[in-house]
Protein backbone atom coordinates (compact mmCIF):
# COMPACT_ATOMS: atom_id res chain seq x y z
CA UNK A 1 0.00 0.00 0.00
CA UNK A 2 0.80 3.46 -0.55
CA UNK A 3 1.06 4.94 3.21
CA UNK A 4 2.37 7.82 4.90
CA UNK A 5 3.69 8.17 8.17
CA UNK A 6 3.38 10.44 10.83
CA UNK A 7 4.91 10.03 14.37
CA UNK A 8 7.61 12.05 16.20
CA UNK A 9 8.77 10.04 19.29
CA UNK A 10 11.14 6.56 19.72
CA UNK A 11 7.48 4.83 20.56
CA UNK A 12 6.84 5.46 16.94
CA UNK A 13 9.71 3.70 15.57
CA UNK A 14 8.71 0.35 15.86
CA UNK A 15 5.88 0.52 13.50
CA UNK A 16 7.45 2.51 10.94
CA UNK A 17 9.83 0.07 10.67
CA UNK A 18 7.54 -2.51 10.50
CA UNK A 19 5.46 -0.90 7.43
CA UNK A 20 8.40 -0.40 5.53
CA UNK A 21 9.55 -4.33 6.44
CA UNK A 22 5.93 -5.72 5.36
CA UNK A 23 7.21 -3.99 2.07
CA UNK A 24 4.38 -1.06 1.79
CA UNK A 25 5.57 1.96 0.06
CA UNK A 26 6.22 4.77 2.80
CA UNK A 27 5.63 8.00 0.63
CA UNK A 28 6.55 10.73 3.14
CA UNK A 29 7.09 10.73 6.69
CA UNK A 30 5.84 13.77 8.93
CA UNK A 31 7.26 14.22 12.29
CA UNK A 32 7.65 17.38 14.24
CA UNK A 33 10.36 19.68 13.96
CA UNK A 34 13.84 19.45 15.29
CA UNK A 35 14.60 21.29 18.48
CA UNK A 36 17.15 22.20 20.48
CA UNK A 37 18.77 19.81 22.76
CA UNK A 38 21.86 19.39 25.40
CA UNK A 39 24.48 21.72 26.70
CA UNK A 40 25.12 23.27 23.46
CA UNK A 41 21.38 23.35 22.33
CA UNK A 42 22.07 22.18 18.78
CA UNK A 43 18.99 21.19 16.66
CA UNK A 44 17.92 17.68 17.10
CA UNK A 45 16.12 15.41 14.49
CA UNK A 46 13.00 13.32 16.33
CA UNK A 47 13.64 9.63 16.37
CA UNK A 48 10.88 9.39 13.68
CA UNK A 49 12.64 11.45 11.84
CA UNK A 50 16.26 9.61 12.42
CA UNK A 51 14.47 6.19 11.34
CA UNK A 52 12.75 7.87 7.90
CA UNK A 53 16.26 9.09 6.54
CA UNK A 54 18.03 5.58 7.25
CA UNK A 55 15.30 4.54 5.26
CA UNK A 56 15.67 6.64 2.43
CA UNK A 57 12.07 8.42 3.03
CA UNK A 58 11.29 11.80 2.32
CA UNK A 59 10.08 13.95 5.71
CA UNK A 60 8.17 16.35 6.30
CA UNK A 61 7.98 19.14 9.73
CA UNK A 62 5.49 21.58 9.58
CA UNK A 63 4.61 23.61 12.04
CA UNK A 64 1.12 23.01 11.42
CA UNK A 65 -1.62 21.25 9.26
CA UNK A 66 -3.90 23.91 9.21
CA UNK A 67 -3.24 25.81 6.47
CA UNK A 68 -4.45 25.15 2.25
CA UNK A 69 -0.45 25.13 1.23
CA UNK A 70 0.01 22.16 3.82
CA UNK A 71 -3.06 20.26 2.85
CA UNK A 72 -2.57 20.31 -0.93
CA UNK A 73 0.98 19.24 -0.25
CA UNK A 74 -0.06 15.95 1.66
CA UNK A 75 -3.31 15.45 -0.80
CA UNK A 76 -0.69 15.41 -3.82
CA UNK A 77 1.49 12.77 -2.20
CA UNK A 78 -1.50 10.21 -3.62
CA UNK A 79 -1.35 7.60 -0.25
CA UNK A 80 -3.88 5.13 -0.01
CA UNK A 81 -3.66 5.37 3.91
CA UNK A 82 -1.63 7.67 6.88
CA UNK A 83 -0.60 5.54 10.06
CA UNK A 84 -0.16 8.25 12.63
CA UNK A 85 1.47 7.49 16.03
CA UNK A 86 2.49 9.81 18.56
CA UNK A 87 2.88 12.53 15.58
CA UNK A 88 1.74 15.53 18.42
CA UNK A 89 -0.09 17.89 15.73
CA UNK A 90 -3.86 18.21 15.10
CA UNK A 91 -4.65 16.43 11.72
CA UNK A 92 -7.49 18.53 10.55
CA UNK A 93 -10.67 17.28 8.35
CA UNK A 94 -8.84 17.88 4.61
CA UNK A 95 -6.33 15.66 5.76
CA UNK A 96 -7.96 12.91 7.64
CA UNK A 97 -10.12 13.23 4.16
CA UNK A 98 -7.13 12.35 2.32
CA UNK A 99 -6.07 8.99 1.71
CA UNK A 100 -9.22 7.23 -0.06
CA UNK A 101 -8.50 4.29 3.32
CA UNK A 102 -8.50 7.01 6.05
CA UNK A 103 -5.80 7.96 9.00
CA UNK A 104 -5.02 5.00 11.23
CA UNK A 105 -3.81 5.59 14.66
CA UNK A 106 -2.13 3.84 17.66
CA UNK A 107 -4.29 4.86 20.92
CA UNK A 108 -2.73 3.23 24.27
CA UNK A 109 -5.95 2.47 25.71
CA UNK A 110 -9.34 0.21 25.91
CA UNK A 111 -11.32 3.09 24.37
CA UNK A 112 -13.38 4.70 25.36
CA UNK A 113 -11.73 4.61 28.40
CA UNK A 114 -8.59 6.90 28.57
CA UNK A 115 -8.89 9.21 25.75
CA UNK A 116 -6.17 11.69 25.28
CA UNK A 117 -2.68 12.63 26.23
CA UNK A 118 -1.65 10.18 28.97
CA UNK A 119 -3.96 7.32 29.02
CA UNK A 120 -0.59 4.66 30.07
CA UNK A 121 0.38 6.72 32.78
CA UNK A 122 -3.49 7.36 34.01
CA UNK A 123 -4.74 3.98 33.55
CA UNK A 124 -1.61 2.72 36.03
CA UNK A 125 -2.13 6.14 38.42
CA UNK A 126 -5.90 5.00 38.82
CA UNK A 127 -4.85 1.46 39.37
CA UNK A 128 -6.55 -0.56 36.55
CA UNK A 129 -5.51 -3.99 35.70
CA UNK A 130 -5.44 -4.04 32.19
CA UNK A 131 -5.17 -1.78 29.56
CA UNK A 132 -4.62 -2.37 25.66
CA UNK A 133 -3.82 -0.42 22.24
CA UNK A 134 -5.99 -0.43 19.53
CA UNK A 135 -6.08 1.02 16.26
CA UNK A 136 -8.45 3.87 15.72
CA UNK A 137 -10.08 4.94 12.34
CA UNK A 138 -9.31 8.74 13.02
CA UNK A 139 -12.06 11.24 13.23
CA UNK A 140 -12.40 15.18 13.99
CA UNK A 141 -12.71 14.02 17.40
CA UNK A 142 -10.84 13.20 20.58
CA UNK A 143 -9.59 9.82 20.12
CA UNK A 144 -13.66 9.29 19.64
CA UNK A 145 -12.93 6.78 16.36
CA UNK A 146 -13.84 3.84 15.26
CA UNK A 147 -11.92 0.91 16.41
CA UNK A 148 -10.41 -1.57 14.87
CA UNK A 149 -7.90 -4.44 16.12
CA UNK A 150 -6.89 -4.43 19.52
CA UNK A 151 -4.97 -6.04 22.25
CA UNK A 152 -5.85 -6.25 25.53
CA UNK A 153 -2.53 -5.96 28.33
CA UNK A 154 -2.50 -7.01 31.79
CA UNK A 155 -0.92 -4.44 33.86
CA UNK A 156 0.91 -5.99 36.69
CA UNK A 157 0.80 -4.61 40.11
CA UNK A 158 4.05 -3.54 40.18
CA UNK A 159 4.56 -2.39 36.44
CA UNK A 160 5.82 0.95 35.60
CA UNK A 161 4.22 3.28 33.06
CA UNK A 162 8.03 2.80 31.06
CA UNK A 163 7.64 -0.75 31.09
CA UNK A 164 3.92 -0.29 29.64
CA UNK A 165 5.37 2.12 27.25
CA UNK A 166 7.98 -0.76 25.73
CA UNK A 167 5.54 -3.15 25.74
CA UNK A 168 2.99 -1.48 23.76
CA UNK A 169 5.49 0.33 21.48
CA UNK A 170 6.40 -3.94 20.35
CA UNK A 171 2.37 -4.63 20.24
CA UNK A 172 1.90 -1.27 18.46
CA UNK A 173 3.78 -2.25 15.71
CA UNK A 174 2.93 -5.72 14.79
CA UNK A 175 -0.86 -4.45 15.57
CA UNK A 176 -0.63 -1.97 13.04
CA UNK A 177 1.19 -4.78 10.58
CA UNK A 178 -1.41 -7.02 10.48
CA UNK A 179 -4.10 -4.04 11.00
CA UNK A 180 -2.42 -2.80 7.45
CA UNK A 181 -2.37 -6.44 5.60
CA UNK A 182 -6.33 -6.75 6.51
CA UNK A 183 -6.87 -3.65 4.99
CA UNK A 184 -4.55 -4.44 1.32
CA UNK A 185 -6.82 -7.78 2.11
CA UNK A 186 -10.46 -5.88 2.34
CA UNK A 187 -11.07 -6.87 5.47
CA UNK A 188 -9.95 -4.51 8.05
CA UNK A 189 -13.65 -4.21 10.24
CA UNK A 190 -14.42 -1.07 12.67
CA UNK A 191 -16.28 -0.76 15.46
CA UNK A 192 -18.02 2.52 16.64
CA UNK A 193 -17.01 3.24 19.98
CA UNK A 194 -19.42 2.59 23.28
CA UNK A 195 -21.19 5.91 24.60
CA UNK A 196 -20.69 4.62 27.84
CA UNK A 197 -17.30 4.23 29.44
CA UNK A 198 -15.69 7.37 28.36
CA UNK A 199 -12.90 8.89 30.52
CA UNK A 200 -9.91 11.39 29.55
CA UNK A 201 -6.32 11.11 30.13
CA UNK A 202 -5.58 14.50 30.37
CA UNK A 203 -1.66 15.75 29.91
CA UNK A 204 0.24 15.12 33.35
CA UNK A 205 0.89 18.10 35.28
CA UNK A 206 4.10 18.97 37.01
CA UNK A 207 2.27 19.15 40.34
CA UNK A 208 0.93 15.87 40.53
CA UNK A 209 4.83 14.19 40.82
CA UNK A 210 4.92 15.52 43.95
CA UNK A 211 4.04 12.58 46.57
CA UNK A 212 0.99 13.40 49.06
CA UNK A 213 1.75 10.48 51.39
CA UNK A 214 -1.25 11.64 53.46
CA UNK A 215 -3.24 9.49 50.69
CA UNK A 216 -3.83 5.49 50.70
CA UNK A 217 -0.58 3.64 50.06
CA UNK A 218 -2.24 2.23 47.50
CA UNK A 219 -2.47 5.52 45.46
CA UNK A 220 1.25 6.33 46.42
CA UNK A 221 2.57 3.52 44.96
CA UNK A 222 -0.07 3.91 42.03
CA UNK A 223 1.56 7.74 41.08
CA UNK A 224 4.98 6.45 41.62
CA UNK A 225 5.11 3.61 39.10
CA UNK A 226 2.75 5.78 36.69
CA UNK A 227 5.04 8.75 36.74
CA UNK A 228 8.68 6.58 36.28
CA UNK A 229 10.54 6.84 34.73
CA UNK A 230 9.18 10.08 33.64
CA UNK A 231 8.52 12.85 34.80
CA UNK A 232 9.15 11.25 38.24
CA UNK A 233 7.18 11.25 41.58
CA UNK A 234 9.52 12.78 43.87
CA UNK A 235 9.13 14.24 48.09
CA UNK A 236 12.03 16.00 49.99
CA UNK A 237 14.39 14.16 52.12
CA UNK A 238 16.93 16.06 54.24
CA UNK A 239 20.41 14.50 53.84
CA UNK A 240 23.38 16.28 55.58
CA UNK A 241 20.91 19.29 56.71
CA UNK A 242 19.95 20.33 53.33
CA UNK A 243 16.05 19.37 52.09
CA UNK A 244 17.09 17.30 48.83
CA UNK A 245 14.61 16.24 46.28
CA UNK A 246 14.50 11.99 45.45
CA UNK A 247 12.19 10.61 42.55
CA UNK A 248 10.73 7.31 43.34
CA UNK A 249 11.30 5.26 40.55
CA UNK A 250 9.76 1.92 41.91
CA UNK A 251 8.02 0.79 44.89
CA UNK A 252 6.01 -2.23 46.54
CA UNK A 253 3.08 -1.81 48.77
CA UNK A 254 4.28 -2.99 52.70
CA UNK A 255 2.80 -3.28 56.42
CA UNK A 256 3.45 -0.78 58.60
CA UNK A 257 1.52 2.16 60.17
CA UNK A 258 2.45 5.55 61.61
CA UNK A 259 2.33 8.84 60.58
CA UNK A 260 1.91 9.83 57.02
CA UNK A 261 5.39 10.49 55.88
CA UNK A 262 7.23 8.76 58.29
CA UNK A 263 10.10 6.68 57.55
CA UNK A 264 9.45 3.26 59.20
CA UNK A 265 13.07 1.14 59.39
CA UNK A 266 16.09 1.44 57.72
CA UNK A 267 15.08 0.14 54.15
CA UNK A 268 13.20 2.81 52.72
CA UNK A 269 9.38 1.85 53.92
CA UNK A 270 7.29 5.60 54.35
CA UNK A 271 4.21 5.59 55.89
CA UNK A 272 1.15 6.83 53.90
CA UNK A 273 -2.55 7.62 55.28
CA UNK A 274 -3.19 4.13 55.03
CA UNK A 275 -0.53 1.29 54.70
CA UNK A 276 2.69 1.91 53.63
CA UNK A 277 5.52 2.12 50.32
CA UNK A 278 8.25 0.15 50.34
CA UNK A 279 10.90 2.16 48.01
CA UNK A 280 13.05 0.01 45.76
CA UNK A 281 14.49 2.42 43.61
CA UNK A 282 15.12 6.09 43.62
CA UNK A 283 16.85 9.05 42.14
CA UNK A 284 18.59 11.38 44.07
CA UNK A 285 18.75 15.04 42.50
CA UNK A 286 21.83 15.05 40.08
CA UNK A 287 22.28 11.26 40.20
CA UNK A 288 21.37 8.56 38.33
CA UNK A 289 18.79 5.82 39.32
CA UNK A 290 19.88 3.31 42.26
CA UNK A 291 18.26 0.65 43.88
CA UNK A 292 16.85 1.62 47.49
CA UNK A 293 20.13 -0.54 49.43
CA UNK A 294 22.99 1.53 47.12
CA UNK A 295 21.39 5.05 48.14
CA UNK A 296 21.03 4.05 51.69
CA UNK A 297 24.78 2.97 51.57
CA UNK A 298 25.55 6.68 50.26
CA UNK A 299 22.71 9.11 52.00
CA UNK A 300 24.21 8.43 55.91
CA UNK A 301 22.02 9.23 58.75
CA UNK A 302 18.10 9.90 57.58
CA UNK A 303 15.72 12.04 59.42
CA UNK A 304 12.75 10.25 60.86
CA UNK A 305 10.44 12.05 58.05
CA UNK A 306 9.96 12.81 54.75
CA UNK A 307 8.14 15.63 52.76
Avoid at 186 to 203: H, I, M, N, R
Avoid at 221 to 240: K, V
Wanted: aromatic share 4%.
Amino acid sequence: MRVVFMGTPEFSVPTLTEIVSAGHEVLAVYTRAPKPAGRGQAERKSPVHEAAESFGIPVFTPKSLRNEAEQAQFASLGADVAVVVAYGLILPKPILDAPPEGCLNLHGSLLPRWRGAAPMQRAIMAGDKQTGIVVMNMDEGLDTGAMGPTEIIPIGPDMTAGELHDQMMRLGADLMGRALAALERGSLDFTPQPEAGVTYAAKIEKAEAKLDFSKSAEEVHNTIRGLSPFPGAWFELELAGKPTRIKALRSTLATGSAAPGSLLGPDLTIACGTGAVRLTQVQREGKGAMDAATFLRGAGLLPERVS
